[in-house]
């Protein structure tokens, strides 16, 4: 019996180290996900910078996808930023301490970010492009100077 209680503690030990391990791997593939969010989110941009310089013609709808594209990748990264996935992790990542050690100041600032990617999608018409383009990009560098790691 002793002998028994003794392998069942050891298979138990050794299935809780493999999914401690397992849950690690997905805690840190939140920094990949939220790497790729912000890829898509820097894409709408791009498209709406293309159409305020003159590169890409005026298109309502493309501003619109483009704004929804941004808004649901900022919704979805509220999520992305677990404790253990910063700096401290030994993955890259631009994410700085600040996020975890100012958390609600950081979700206000994607907050005040999908606010004004709500306001772009509802921009209909060239000459409302420059100020909500401005409102948008200026929650975005906000966010980045006291949240973000500038590239090395």
Same mark, same amino acid.
């Given at each position: ?16 180290i ?7 791997a997905?805690h ?5 996900e ?22 890409? !013609? ?38 700085? !301490? ?19 990617? !709500? ?28 949240f ?5």
């Amino acid at each position: 019996m002793r002998k028994t209680t003794k392998m069942i503690v050891g298979v138990v030990a050794a299935l809780a180290i493999s999914a401690g391990g397992v849950m690690a791997a997905g805690h840190l593939n939140k920094i990949g996900e939220r790497q790729e969010a912000m890829k898509a989110v820097g894409g709408g941009i791009k498209v709406l910078v293309g159409m305020a310089k003159g590169e890409i !013609d005026f298109d309502a709808a493309k501003v619109k996808k483009a704004a929804l594209t941004i808004k649901a990748n900022l919704n979805a990264s509220k999520t992305m930023f677990p404790d253990g996935t910063g700096p401290d992790s030994g993955k890259k990542t631009r994410a700085m !301490d600040e996020i975890w050690l100012d958390t609600e100041g950081f979700q206000s600032a994607l907050k005040t970010a999908i606010s004004a990617a !709500d306001g772009m999608a509802g921009v209909t018409k060239k000459a409302e492009l420059m100020p909500a383009l401005g409102k948008l990009g200026g929650s975005c560098k906000s966010c980045h100077e006291k949240f973000r790691a500038p590239k090395k």
